[in-house]
Nanobody, 122 residues
Framework: QVQLVESGGGLVQAGGSLRLSCAAS????????VGWFRQAPGKEREFVAA????????KYADSMKGRFTVSTDLAKNTVYLQMNSLRPDDTAVYYC???????????????WGQGTQVTVSS
């Protein structure tokens, strides 16, 4: 199975930017795509974005389009989430998770990381 580790979270002022990283290790040969999710205080987990390893296909939640960008670096086995124009309601724990081809199509993910905290101040 694949192991995922998120990093890059922190405290940022409203309007600022952060780039999150999701580093994959272990058995990655069956991983087709990586998705990003977040869970804010008092809210349920929500989908943010996803990308297949080749970078040929991406998905974004409507609320994140135009502000967030997902990309891959195959040489480093890493997926990135660039977040711009951050708002206080973007404050959440951000997670990445892996899927195979059909999981990507059906939005079904497994092998979750531990998450990284993003806090956006007013």
């Amino acid at each position: 199975q694949v192991q995922l580790v998120e990093s890059g979270g922190g405290l940022v002022q409203a309007g600022g930017s952060l780039r999150l990283s999701c580093a994959a290790s272990g058995c990655t040969s069956t991983t087709y795509a990586v998705g990003w999710f977040r869970q804010a205080p008092g809210k349920e987990r929500e989908f943010v974005a996803a990308i297949n390893w080749s970078g040929s296909s991406t998905k974004y939640a409507d609320s994140m389009k135009g502000r967030f960008t997902v990309s891959t670096d195959l040489a480093k086995n890493t997926v990135y989430l660039q977040m711009n124009s951050l708002r206080p309601d973007d404050t959440a724990v951000y997670y990445c998770a892996a899927s195979g081809l059909y999981g990507y199509i059906r939005n079904e993910y497994d092998n979750w990381g531990q998450g990284t905290q993003v806090t956006v101040s007013s």
